[in-house]
């Protein structure tokens, strides 16, 4: 909490500084009969900035757990609400409280784990749906502002830009988002599963993981990552639809793995039956050394490059008989679907 206490310090000084150097040059400015227009720019955005969480801010929630606190995102007319799947976690029933203090209680629609997402359902009246827009069209660049509860800070607002997208990030337990955002907007625990909005007010991705600090320990400042639009509302609208994920669009190469301890390849302890590994020979005990030429040491390096991968796309995968002997086979992925 002290260093928090002193950074904020140094911001607020530095941003007086800032005030009175601007009102020392707007005053000269006026003297010109500029002022006004060098101060238009800056006022717009800030009522842009304003607009946006006034827009936005109703259809944000809390999600409560026995576990903890999380955020989530209204999305329809009917109650809906899509949030992380780890904000959820085993939990089947909710309280739901939104921006304007009322408690709801919701209970699970459905999750897909493999993109850390899932829905839920509370009543509908007087909620107020998300706009979303396409992440497609997203650049480096773009303003993103991320609203949500972090630290159980309800209806909290940071800003920053999109810093890179396509990341292949990993989350842990063998779960890799395959096309996230990266953002410089602050995200903090109870962020997650919240919106990431663009300057419009329309959600361009959820908010899910921050990066660690592999030296400080802690999450690292200014880079956090969001699952993008057009994946919340594929996945958000199948659960809705049919309880589970029909058509998932992430590469499945059909076996089930585990470390060596070596992070010498990836140890196949089960070809699953009709998979693309069953069909191009892989065998049980064999090690996966290598895809399309990159590396795979580890489960979690092999999930990463499997996520940058895409169903129906032909690679070579290289790796090692139990006897010690290389091969390698090519081999066309399929798509991962829920059992």
Request: charged fraction near 15%; avoid cysteine; proline fraction near 4%.
């Amino acid at each position: 909490m002290t260093r928090s206490r002193i950074l904020l310090t140094i911001l607020a000084a530095g941003t007086a500084g800032a005030l009175g150097a601007g009102f020392a040059s707007s005053q000269a400015a006026t003297d010109t009969g500029t002022g006004s227009l060098a101060l238009a720019p800056v006022a717009a955005l800030q009522n842009a900035y304003v607009s946006v969480f006034r827009n936005v801010s109703p259809s944000v929630v809390q999600i409560q757990t026995s576990e903890g606190l999380g955020s989530g995102i209204v999305f329809d007319h009917k109650g809906d609400i899509v949030t992380n799947d780890h904000v959820v976690g085993t939990a089947k029933s909710f309280t739901v409280t939104t921006q304007a203090g009322k408690q709801l209680k919701g209970t699970l629609v459905g999750t897909f784990q493999e993109d850390d997402l899932a829905v839920i359902k509370v009543p509908a009246a007087g909620l107020r749906p998300a706009s979303f827009a396409d992440s497609g069209k997203l650049q480096v660049g773009d303003i993103a502002i991320a609203i949500g509860n972090p630290l159980g800070l309800a209806s909290s607002v940071t800003e920053g830009i999109v810093s890179a997208l396509g990341r292949q990030e990993p989350e842990g337990g063998n779960i890799i988002l395959p096309d996230a955002i990266q953002t410089s907007a602050a995200i903090n625990p109870g962020n997650s599963g919240g919106a990431l909005v663009d300057i419009s007010g329309r959600v361009i991705g959820i908010p899910t993981l921050a990066a660690e600090d592999p030296q400080l320990g802690g999450a690292a400042a200014g880079i956090g990552f969001a699952i993008p639009s057009n994946t919340v509302t594929s996945i958000a609208s199948q659960l809705i639809k049919f309880g589970k994920v029909l058509h998932s669009n992430r590469a499945y190469l059909g076996v089930k793995i585990a470390d060596t301890g070596a992070a010498n390849g990836v140890y196949i302890t089960q070809v699953l039956p009709g998979t693309a590994a069953a069909k191009a020979g892989l065998k049980a005990g064999e090690l996966i050394k290598a895809i399309d030429g990159t590396a795979t040491p580890t489960s979690d390096v092999l999930g990463t490059v499997l996520a940058g991968l895409k169903p129906g796309q032909s690679v070579t995968v290289k790796f090692t008989r139990q006897a010690g002997t290389s091969g390698s086979v090519q081999l066309t992925l399929g798509q991962y679907l829920e059992t």
